[in-house]
């Protein structure tokens, strides 16, 4: 019986034995190796670690840093991977299981083309890094990085955002390539297609002033933009998108026009008041003489504000009378006050026409009386032309000297050989056309016409004593003792027609004295004409007679043989 007790004990002894290896071993076969995912339960937090229950045969640690600043508290449950084991335990990570379950994600969503979450890290050349929790950052293309242009890099370091995987792999390695432009503008499209849903024309909206152009201002209505343009800010003149309102600021406006089509959405300030047109007609009329404010100056003219919303064009043409205006800025300047007429308007088109001369008296319309043919005058040349000169005779008022009229003896070639601008000059209104707004002075009308003196003390048959003032192939110029100038034509100078014209004029120069006949005298169109052939010829004559009279006084007869026997 012993003996059968002891042999019963062995044997029991030997199949707990047996029992306790197998459950080891079946033990080790369910523990996971290295390179699993594993799942267990927080036992124990610190500031370096964070002890999990992996089932294992004692707890894993993950360094707390791993958790970043979200560590879990006791009982809750985390993923890690395995690293494998040391004499405390299985080395766990937190953050290479994330990597391995991202990049799991990741492939993912690259081929179902759907975003993932990032965070932009880094600036690189042409670009940024991206942390998408995989242990190979992405590559953010900078042009891809923003639905707008990015005017500083730095200001997307730590965005996190959706990305789009552009690229996973290059030549089989990791290598991806993400896209944040193409999310956002989805998002935008979103936004807007919502927007077109639900807000009709007439709305009001809230925006915020987000960008400035020389036409408006761009007006950020929630991740996509509306256009608030310059002509819709108010009613009156805008001149500058900034005075009316402010960048960051927050507003409310009128939606005035949708185009889904085209997405684009306008918006207005001045819908909010009435439109001053609907009253024009109660308080303007045409020739009604208005005040205003020059507000605006074009190549063209000036815009003038009636009232806030009410702005009419002078045009250049309607700004005076009397004076050619090259630059509206010659005569106005902007926040002037100004007085015009209403000339018409439109109001459909929202335009008034207005005139800055038709506000004033016409001088035209009494020049006649001012200035009739025979005044005289006194004026300042303003302006040589190389017909004439423009001499200011009244205010606005421009005469026109032609160069005919400037002397009654000198053949003016150019007018600024005897005057000059800013000269002051005597002269005569020689025509008044006030229809063709045209009035004509003379300076030599102011004395007596001396051709008609010349006229009248020399008349054809006279001969005189004058001076040679040039020589040409044509003749000789000789002044008259009183100022007139008259020719002595090639044909008329030797008394002798068969001396050549050259051999004649050899014996003259400029300066030399001469006497003369006066062949024809035209005191319209101050011509006279002289001869030295007709000057000897007379003077033959006048010998001839002089002889004959002296010896007419003599008793006996007298023949014409006689006197050429006496000259013998």
């Excluded at 390179?35 to 999990?52: K, M, N, P, R």
């Excluded at 992996?54 to 508290?73: T, Y």
């Excluded at 309607?318 to 630059?327: G, H, L, V």
Aim: charged share 30%; net charge negative; aromatic share 8%.
């Amino acid at each position: 019986m012993d003996e059968m007790e002891v042999e019963m004990e062995g044997t029991q002894n030997s199949k707990s034995e047996f029992q306790a290896q197998l459950e080891e071993s079946l033990k080790n076969f369910d523990a996971p190796q290295a390179g699993q995912l594993v799942e267990g339960t927080v036992i124990q937090v610190t500031s370096d670690y964070v002890y999990v229950d992996v089932g294992d045969k004692s707890e894993g640690l993950i360094p707390a840093e791993e958790f970043a600043d979200d560590l879990p508290k006791i009982g809750d449950t985390v993923q890690a991977l395995l690293i494998g084991h040391n004499n405390n335990g299985p080395v766990l990570s937190k953050k290479k299981a994330d990597s391995k379950r991202y990049l799991k994600d990741i492939q993912q969503a690259w081929k179902d083309k759907t975003p993932v979450d990032g965070t932009i890290s880094k600036v690189v050349k042409s670009g940024y890094e991206v942390n998408l929790g995989i242990d190979r950052a992405a590559f953010l293309p900078i042009s891809q990085a923003d639905a707008e242009k990015v005017e500083k890099p730095e200001s997307l370091l730590g965005l996190k955002s959706k990305f789009y995987i552009e690229r996973l792999y290059t030549d089989n390695k990791l290598n991806p390539v993400v896209n944040r432009r193409k999310y956002l503008e989805e998002q935008i499209d979103e936004k807007r297609d919502a927007f077109f849903n639900s807000v009709n024309i007439g709305d009001t909206v809230k925006g915020t002033v987000k960008s400035f152009t020389s036409f408006g201002a761009f007006i950020d209505l929630g991740g996509f933009d509306g256009l608030l343009h310059i002509n819709d800010m108010s009613w009156g003149h805008v001149a500058r998108p900034k005075d009316f309102v402010k960048k960051g600021q927050e507003i409310e406006l009128k939606v005035i026009r949708l185009d889904p089509a085209e997405k684009r959405i306008n918006l207005s300030l001045k819908h909010f008041a009435e439109d001053p047109w609907i009253h024009f007609e109660e308080k303007y009329h045409v020739n009604d003489i208005v005040k205003g404010k020059v507000t605006k100056l074009t190549e063209f003219g000036a815009f003038v504000e009636l009232e806030e919303g009410i702005e009419g064009l002078v045009h250049i043409s309607e700004f005076s009378w009397t004076k050619k205006i090259n630059k509206p800025g010659d005569m106005v300047t902007v926040g002037q006050e100004v007085e015009a007429m209403i000339l018409g308007y439109d109001i459909q088109a929202g335009r008034v026409s207005l005139g800055f001369k038709q506000a004033t008296e016409n001088p035209w319309d009494s020049i006649g009386e001012k200035f009739p043919v025979g005044t005289k005058v006194n004026g300042k040349v303003v302006k040589l032309t190389a017909a004439g000169a423009f001499i200011s005779i009244d205010e606005g008022i421009d005469a026109f000297l032609h160069a005919d009229d400037i002397s009654w003896t000198k053949k003016v070639k150019h007018p600024g050989s005897e005057l000059t601008v800013g000269q002051d000059v005597e002269a005569v209104v020689i025509e008044c056309d006030p229809e063709a707004h045209r009035i004509k002075v003379g300076l030599k009308q102011v004395t007596d016409n001396p051709w008609k003196a010349f006229a009248d003390e020399y008349q054809v048959g006279s001969t005189l004593e004058g001076e040679i003032t040039s020589i040409t192939d044509f003749g000789v110029f000789v002044k008259a003792p009183n100022g007139i100038e008259g020719l002595v034509n090639k044909a008329n100078l030797s008394d002798d027609k068969d001396v050549p014209f050259e051999e004649a004029v050899a014996k003259y120069k400029v300066g030399d004295k001469i006497n003369v006949f006066v062949v024809d005298v035209n005191t319209d169109k101050e011509k006279v004409a002289f001869s030295v052939r007709e000057y000897k010829r007379k003077q033959q004559r006048d010998e001839i007679s002089q002889y004959m009279d002296s010896e007419s006084k003599d008793d006996g007869a007298y023949t014409l043989g006689d006197m050429i026997n006496s000259k013998k």
